[in-house]
């Protein structure tokens, strides 16, 4: 008998049992289930077969690629520029730009520390590559996996070939055939061409093509001519030409450019070809003004300016408008903005003497800049930049460098009203609420100390007034206690939604940002209350129309967005804004041809001054900023056309006043339908400010008495009892009796004498 026999008779009689699992398997039996499904397939031969396949397929994919892509004979229709057609709203030619602004200079006309400065911000290894940095791009697509940006490694061979002979299409077929083309490119060029092309094709701003036309433009020298420095900010401008033209950066892109400018000059001695001493001595070089283009005269070129930056916000760019055949149709209506021009001219210009420097000098300071907005469609109708870019390069319709002040604090209000905050003791805040409105009142409940001070030190309500009389008067106390309450940091992102910008130096936890600390332009600020108008549903103005190219089309972003704050918030800070036309600060835009919402804002030392109103069918935005035309530092307003303090109720107000008047003139004008708003329950005993006229005409606070108001009696300030009537008129309510009768047996508080009124009264930031 064989062992196998044997073992199985064994079995049989009941012996041992046959081996199983790892004895099994030494004795030579199967073991285990077979592989099924995917895991037949995967095992170390079929992965490494696979990966050696695909890499072999990539390199055959890659020769392919490098011989069917030939390298194109002649340049792009682009690289010659055309002209482009600007048109007003209503399809009539405004303007046409793009007459070709480049001279080819030869690599021997532009200093070599000028080249290196290029070399050493965008493509160190130039002289070293083939054209294109394998590494660098795998360095721009990982940081652009981790979210730091799209940085795309090109090479100036890349640059080069990208705007001489292709597009600024972002494909990914037209980034393979730049590479493709850029080695070839560099076998056949030696480097200095390629680099001279480079410098010759690049777009700098101010229509200028090429390093010498950007020496002319920026510096008034030939490319020959031009210092480390200059070229060392040239290097850094084409980055973003709008943003980092000093002569007309914010502070932000001033900021951004001096980055970009110093790390120029350390890649240079990391190169070695800058020494540390020298490199230290090295200053950001200021450039000449910028000369206005023809066909940019008047309003024109900042109308232009404002619908460029429009484009690139939304992904055009600023050199592919350059390079032209685009039909650029702007929502200007020409009527309202030859009505816009004409009140900046009749209320503010013509009282100005900007000639008499010695007794006027605060006339050579005044800037103007104003926006208005269809309060139905969004659009931007009208836009004042300023006297003329051949004068003032940069708008001041978009200039962000001053603070909106006192504007700011309906942006408070909404902050309480939509997140339900209360007072300190509690009670909700309404539009008739009550606060202490005594100047110099320390805000309770903040970990920063602030005690802000009442314009002309006045205490308020003695001391007691409701929210809808501190904004009717601008109280700052109020204003700062209320901040407090409703937590700053839920404001700013209130602000926020409602379209202003996040820019530096916006203090998140500061109660004196109630006071309007943060910057702000007039198209911001037209949005924000635009949406107030359009019952929290958000705006943001736009100035195109549409924006056609020969070769693709652009289609502008609808200016309404989603629900970004309550209805009934809305619509209570526009009942709100109402009664400071009709009560407060905001009586000098009064009128029976229109009902309208409005706030004034004042900055700190009077540098700047607003007036923000809007009425069912308009926003304008009107600001004042005083500029001093030598330093560009800002100074005060105060002694305008020989007047007082130029708060946001005196020229801001008439020009808003002026112009709303004459578009509106013919027109049915309608009524703000605030069915939703929530004044609240009037809460006493207090003390009001009532609004009274002195003998220049101006509005001054003057503090008197009033007693406990039963629920249901009207506010003083003419506000009324919760949600109003909605059959009733707000045009011309009876104006607050001064000095009601208390309720016999209330004790009344002692009241402060005011000081004598100002020219122009406005709550001053502090």
Aim: proline fraction near 7%.
């Amino acid at each position: 008998m064989g062992r196998a026999d044997a073992r199985r008779a064994q079995q049989q009689r009941g012996g041992r049992k046959a081996p199983t699992g790892r004895a099994a398997g030494r004795a030579g039996k199967p073991t285990g289930k077979k592989r099924s499904g995917i895991r037949r397939f995967l095992n170390w031969k079929t992965i490494l077969g696979t990966f050696l396949g695909g890499i072999l397929l990539l390199i055959a994919g890659a020769f392919a690629l490098y011989f069917s892509v030939d390298e194109p004979t002649d340049p792009n229709k682009t690289a010659v520029l055309q002209s482009n057609t600007f048109k007003w709203a209503d399809g009539s030619v405004m303007t046409r730009t793009g007459k070709m602004n480049r001279e080819i200079v030869s690599i021997d006309k532009i200093p070599e520390d000028v080249r290196t400065a290029f070399i050493a911000i965008e493509n160190k290894t130039f002289y070293k590559d083939r054209g294109v940095d394998f590494v660098g791009i795998a360095r721009g697509a990982f940081n652009t996996l981790r979210g730091k940006g799209t940085a795309g490694g090109s090479t100036i061979t890349q640059q080069y070939v990208k705007n001489y002979y292709l597009t600024q299409d972002q494909s990914a077929t037209r980034k393979l055939r730049e590479m493709v083309i850029s080695l070839k490119v560099d076998q056949r060029m030696e480097k200095d061409d390629i680099l001279a092309g480079y410098l010759n094709t690049n777009f700098y701003g101010r229509n200028a093509y090429g390093i010498q036309a950007a020496a002319q433009a920026y510096y008034g020298v030939d490319s020959d001519k031009l210092t480390l420095e200059q070229g060392a900010y040239l290097a850094s401008v084409i980055q973003a030409p709008s943003q980092y033209d000093l002569a007309t950066a914010g502070p932000n892109g001033r900021r951004l450019v001096t980055i970009r400018f110093n790390a120029v000059l350390d890649n240079m001695v990391e190169m070695g070809k800058l020494d540390k001493a020298k490199r230290d001595t090295l200053h950001l070089p200021e450039p000449i003004k910028p000369k206005p283009q023809p066909g940019m005269d008047g309003q024109k070129g900042y109308l232009i300016q404002a619908a460029k930056q429009e484009l690139s916000r939304q992904g055009v760019k600023e050199a592919d408008i350059a390079a032209g055949g685009w039909t650029i149709t702007l929502n200007i209506d020409k009527k309202k903005q030859a009505a816009l021009e004409k009140a900046v001219q009749d209320e503010l210009e013509s009282k100005l003497d900007r000639k008499d420097v010695k007794d006027r000098p605060q006339d050579q300071s005044v800037q103007a800049g104003a926006t208005s907005v269809d309060a139905k469609t969004g659009n931007i109708v009208a836009m004042y930049g300023g006297v003329g870019l051949a004068e003032k390069a940069e708008s001041n319709a978009l200039r962000t460098d001053y603070q909106p002040g006192s504007t700011f604090k309906p942006i408070v209000l909404a902050t309480a009203l939509e997140t339900g905050a209360k007072t300190q003791d509690g009670r909700p805040i309404t539009p008739n609420a009550l606060y202490d409105g005594t100047s110099k009142r320390a805000v309770v409940g903040s970990d920063t100390p602030f005690a802000p001070q009442n314009q002309d030190d006045i205490n308020y309500g003695d001391p007691m007034l409701t929210v809808q009389e501190a904004t009717n008067s601008s109280v700052n106390s109020v204003y700062a206690q209320m901040i407090v309450d409703a937590k700053p940091q839920e404001v700013k992102k209130t602000a926020i939604a409602l379209g202003m910008k996040d820019r530096d130096g916006w203090p998140a936890d500061k109660p004196a940002m109630s006071l309007g600390t943060m910057s702000a332009n007039t198209v911001e600020m037209a949005g924000v209350y635009a949406t107030f108008g359009n019952h929290g549903k958000k705006v943001t103005p736009t100035i195109v129309k549409s924006a056609e190219h020969v070769d693709a089309d652009h289609k502008p972003l609808s200016p309404f967005g989603a629900q970004v704050i309550k209805r009934e918030t809305a619509d209570t800070v526009t009942k709100v804004l109402t009664g400071v036309v009709q009560d407060g600060s905001g009586k000098a835009v009064r009128s029976d041809a229109y009902q309208a919402a409005g706030k004034t804002g004042t900055t700190e030392s009077n540098v700047a001054a607003w007036f923000t109103g809007y009425t069912p069918e308009l926003v304008t935005v009107v600001a004042m900023f005083g500029e001093d035309p030598n330093s560009h530092a800002q100074v005060t307003l105060t002694g305008t056309a020989g007047k007082g303090r130029a708060g946001g109720s005196s020229f801001p107000a008439q020009i808003w006043q002026a112009y709303t008047t004459a578009v509106l003139s013919g027109v049915k004008t309608g009524e703000f339908d605030l069915s939703d708003a929530n004044m609240g329950t009037p809460v006493g005993p207090t003390r009001t400010a009532v609004p009274s006229t002195g003998p220049t005409g101006s509005v001054s606070p003057t503090p008197s008495s009033s007693g406990t108001r039963p629920t249901g009696s009207p506010d003083p300030s003419g506000s009324g009892t919760g949600k109003p009537d909605p059959t009733s008129s707000t045009k011309n309510p009876t104006p607050p009796t001064k000095n009601p009768t208390p309720p016999t047996g209330d004790p009344q508080p002692p009241t402060k004498k005011p000081t004598p009124p100002p020219l122009f009264p406005e709550a001053p930031q502090q």
